[in-house]
């Protein structure tokens, strides 16, 4: 008997791995609503994933091309399959939200090449109720030591041509207005931009991530990635079927990944929503990332600043020394900004405002070498003879407010890494808590790009020296975020977008392109869009360019984006006396709840954030006038209280009259409506607290 007992188990045991090597293994979300197939397709990996019912992603291959060695992309069985199921609340140390969800089921797929080669690979698979993860895992084994990736075969079979916003797969930018055009018609060729073709990959017609769609059933999709550790950035390039593939930005020598086993990639990710405002409330990108490892997070605080900046964008000053010989900013017209006198006049604007930080750059030399073939120009502790970096750190902690430093590096990131423990250890030493990191040039060594993965590894090496100084990062010219601030949360914000400082020296930004932003680059991860702006036309120092919005508008845009170190922008003296200055002392940096009440991409967005017991509402609108009803049914039952509107004055015109701003105030409840009309590129902002 004993003996027929142990042959059941080895004939049951056998039918099971039988039936795991040829029939398709299946995931559903939580909620149901999403299910995914892993399936071999005649040895070859494959997936596909089915939403409300509707198929989203046909079947797609997945795999890798290697350097010196076979692909692995075929001749697989699978040898294991397993079932998880996970759901935990964590609260992150800042961040739109107090608290997240983190809530998925999990199918961990293990597969072994059935050639000689033997080769092992796991593919992990997480459904949320919206949206879907996947990563590959290399795990230690014989043979696979070293390897080198020429090409990610991942792939993402779409069902439909959708409507889709999307930027250039740009390996050094992100900073491009998006594009809204069908999936088919996705032609990167007809992009009017300065980026030289090289510096896109071999298929040029590629996307930068995220990408957002809208099906033809009312779905809103965004692929991205999440946890981009030690891997290149990826792009997604069309092929002629309607199908996204995995385009890795490559090294100098045209690989795209040099790694050793046990070794795991990214996180490729699509969040699949009913409504546009659920994609900017999902929590998916930051779940697949891993907690928080460093031991004390007291030293990390979001606050708003101001910064001897904007002035040198509009011509009013110099980042460098108009005295020093074969100084770029030419000819003397700008005087150098960053000296000790500016620097107080900003202190003292702050500490009047109750603004924590004061971003100051060009006060370290270097700068009159920007734009000559000289490298390690900066060396990031020097200050030019005009500032005194200790008067003005002592000047500034008297009146409660920080500096926040800067390091320029125009690229040249052998030089930086080389300074990088000096510069830091530096900063601690003043007691400055933030740093603003640049990357505006070409990338050296000479051939890398500022997304492929030998800049991913600087970037978090420059995060992780940052915090053995107690030193919060606000990167610009970055790598896209994706959700490495839940491990790291001294990566507080980025640059990575067409931002404000476009208006103050090209056409600008389209009234539409804020409206766009949150529903793309917003759903990678907080920007340091940097708004503000009240001299809207800045005529005194630039007759051409102007910012494309009212001031209302920029009220209501630090409620539509993100940041945790949040700018006001503008020049001191352009909010003196300004009423509607109050709303940008008042509005946080970071929330308890987020709300989006109604969206269109690229037309409006209103946004309601609450910290504490008061909220915060911002709408904007695109180039369109519009009439605005904001219902408060998110108030609490019972309870009065006052709002203060500051929307666009009854005269405001967004070419004659962009400044002006009515400031209303009345009660309400959670039964009103406030309705506001919105002129071109308009917008309303509205400070709501209980009486």
Known sequence: MKKHFYLLITIATLLFLTACSTQPSKLTSPDG?????????????????????????????????????????????????????????????????????????ELLVELEETTELNRKLVIRFRLFDDGLGFRYEFPEQDNINEFVIMNELTEFKLTGDHTCWWIPGDHDSYEYPYYNTSLSQIDVSKTNYQARWDRFASNMNAVNTPITMETSDGLYLSFHEANLTDYAGMTLALKD?????????????????????????????????????????????LNLNEHCVLPDVSWIEPMKYVGIWWEMHISKSSWDREDVEGSWSGSGKAKHGAT?????????????????????????????????????????????????????????????????????????VTNYEERLEDAFKFYNKLGIRAVKTGYAGQIRPKGERHHGQFMVRHYRRVVETAAKYHIMVDAHEPIKPTGIRRTYPNMMTREGVRGMEYNAWSEGNAPEHTTIL??????????????????????????????????AKQLALYVVLYSPLAMAADLPENYENQPAFEFIREVPVTWDETLVNEASIGDYVTTTRRKGNNWFVGSITDENTREVEISLDFLSDGVTYNAKIFSDGKNADLEKNPTAVDITEQKVTNKSVIKASLIESGGVAIIIKPE
């Open 340 to 412: 000790t006198e500016n620097a107080k006049k900003y202190i003292d604007f702050a500490a009047a405002n109750g603004i924590k930080g004061l971003l100051i750059e060009g006060w370290n030399t270097g700068w009159e070498y920007w734009g000559v073939d000289t490298t390690g120009f900066f060396d990031f502790i020097t200050p030019y003879p005009d500032f005194d970096i200790e008067e003005v750190v002592k000047y500034a902690k008297e009146h409660g407010v920080e500096l926040v430093g800067h390091h320029e590096t125009a690229g040249d």
């Open 241 to 285: 079927d309607l199908t996204l593939e995995a385009d890795l930005v490559p090294w100098a020598d045209g690989t795209k990944v040099k790694a050793s086993a046990p070794f795991v990639t990214p996180w490729r990710t699509v969040i699949v929503t009913k409504n546009p405002g659920d994609l900017v409330k999902s929590d998916l990108i």
């Open 33 to 105: 609503n999403l299910s995914l197939s892993f399936d071999m397709v005649n040895g070859k990996p494959a997936y596909s994933v089915t939403a409300f019912d509707k198929m989203l992603i046909d079947t797609s291959f997945l795999g890798f091309e290697f350097r010196d060695m076979p692909p692995m992309n075929k001749d697989f069985s699978i040898t294991d399959v397993k079932l998880v199921s996970s759901s935990e609340i964590w609260k992150p140390l800042w961040g739109e939200r107090s608290s997240v969800h983190n809530n998925y089921n």
């Open 518 to 551: 949150p529903f793309t680059r917003g759903l990678a991860g907080p920007i340091d869009y940097t708004p503000g702006i009240f001299d809207i036309k800045f005529d005194n120092f630039k007759k051409k360019e102007r910012v494309h919005t009212t001031v």
